[in-house]
């Protein structure tokens, strides 16, 4: 009765153990993922401008969601696999020397070498498929984005069956190499319980043959069974981890490069007060290209902006336009030269403080799927948004006659990236969005690009009658639409080509 009392409990607190194991495990292998997946987000949104620019959104995706889960799954689980079954292979042999030290000795090694054997064989397999995998999720990603992203044109053209090709061609290398990793990781178990059952066969005849062989081997095979039962399970496991963590390697590596991303140091600080601006924006010698090997945009440009006033700008394809504008918002910096606002340069330590002065209407708005008010309010939490406040951006954007005769008004959803919504109406919730924010200095690249004639002259009526002190910036589609600019800027072969009112350039420019 003791020793059934004795055995039930251990097999009890056995199980709880395990259970608790579990738990923990599981617990803090999903706590890390998830802060490397936010930490990886973070510092993506931190990226300067340029960096966004230069690659692809795929990437990024991919590795805050696909390759943090294979993190989770891949590295750190394993890992803490090893630990807990390092403890318990350890527990385990203890107990099987103290029963038959030799024959344990000689299985462990045996096992352990056959395992081993089985890892260098098939180490050069798991890093290739690690590095099909995260390379080719990445093209999965892509594919999604390009098929759904341009869903119009590929129904009007009928091209379903090139886009299914794209992600077939994408998304097969990663299965296959996905079953492959889990095929190595799991068939040596197989063979070993096999192994295992000759082994125990082999030692039962042996001391079968020996004088009093069968009362002798009964309780020393017994141990060794229980035993073999728990080890074996016990190195598949340890061969398991060691096998996913070098199955995703690949995937490491990358989420690793997305975590090394630097931060800039007004990440760790409160938002920046605005910097103070009661003069001008002065671009002095200003020069600028993408990368070394790419030519210059903008050579040794010249330009003062008068605080106040309105200044359209105009030029060819590929002039500089939106470029110069970027620079001016702080979103690029100079290869060399300087911006300043009142004679003080900006730089690198104090740009966040400028661009708290600046909205930005571009020519295609980003709608999120969520409503107008929230919308319009753009990254303000929601029980923070000013709703007059939203409704007299409206106003003066033009759109809100339209938005109060919906049932739902300023809660009305928009659907992903507005597609509920026209072009117009997109545009003119763009503006909106730029008037609530209440900045002195607003940039428009081509924003009244998609409104008809009356009310892209109805917006921009309304945007002249609002404060003298705000600098209204205008890339404009319509030369008729810089009609009201105090100045009118020609960009060409990297600098500016003149400058001069609207009956001073019009004409020339109709010419």
Known sequence: MPLTIAFGSAAFVAGAMRLILLWATTRLSFATGADLSINIYRRTLYQPYAVHVARNSSEVINGISTKANGVIHGIIGPVLTLISAGITLLAILLILLSVEPVISLLAVFGFGVIYGVIIRITRAQKIRNSQRIARESTQVIKSLQEGLGGIRDVLIDGSQSVYCKIYRDADLPVRRAQGNNQFIAQSPRYGME????????????????????????????????????????????????????????????????????????????????????????????????????????????????????????????????????????????????????????????????????????????????????????????????????????????????????????????????????????????????????????IIFDEATSALDNETEQAVMQAIDVLSEDLTILIIAHRLTTLKNCTQIVELGDGGVRRIGSYQDIVPQAAA
């Open 194 to 441: 096999a192994l295992g059952m000759v082994l125990i066969a082999t030692l039962a005849y042996t001391l079968a043959q020996q004088p009093d062989g069968v009362a002798k081997a009964i309780p020393v095979l017994g141990a060794l069974a229980l035993g073999a039962q728990r080890l074996l399970p016990v190195m598949q496991q340890l061969y398991a981890a060691w096998s996913a963590i070098q199955s995703n390697q690949a995937s490491l590596q990358d989420t690793l490069e997305l975590l090394g991303q630097p931060l800039p140091d007004h990440a760790y600080q409160p938002v920046a007060k605005p910097l103070s601006f009661h003069e001008h924006v002065r671009l002095n010698q200003l020069s600028f290209r993408y990368s070394p090997q790419t030519p210059l945009v903008l050579k040794n440009l010249d330009l003062t902006i008068a605080k106040g006033s309105r200044v359209g700008f105009i030029g060819t394809t590929g002039s500089g336009k939106s470029t110069l504008l970027d620079i001016v918002m702080g979103l690029l910096q100079p290869t060399e030269g300087t911006l300043e606002i009142d004679g003080l340069p900006i730089t690198a330590i104090n740009y966040r403080a400028w661009q708290a002065h600046i909205a930005h209407v571009p020519q295609a708005i980003f709608l999120a799927d969520s409503t107008i008010e929230e919308n319009i309010a753009f990254g303000q939490p929601k029980d923070q948004i000013d709703h007059e406040r939203v409704r007299r951006a409206a106003r003066q954007a033009q759109i809100a006659d339209i938005i109060e005769t919906w049932p739902r008004q300023y809660q009305t959803f928009v659907g992903e990236r507005g597609i509920r919504l026209s072009g117009g109406q997109r545009q003119r919730i763009g503006i909106a969005r730029a008037l609530y924010k209440q900045a002195d200095v």
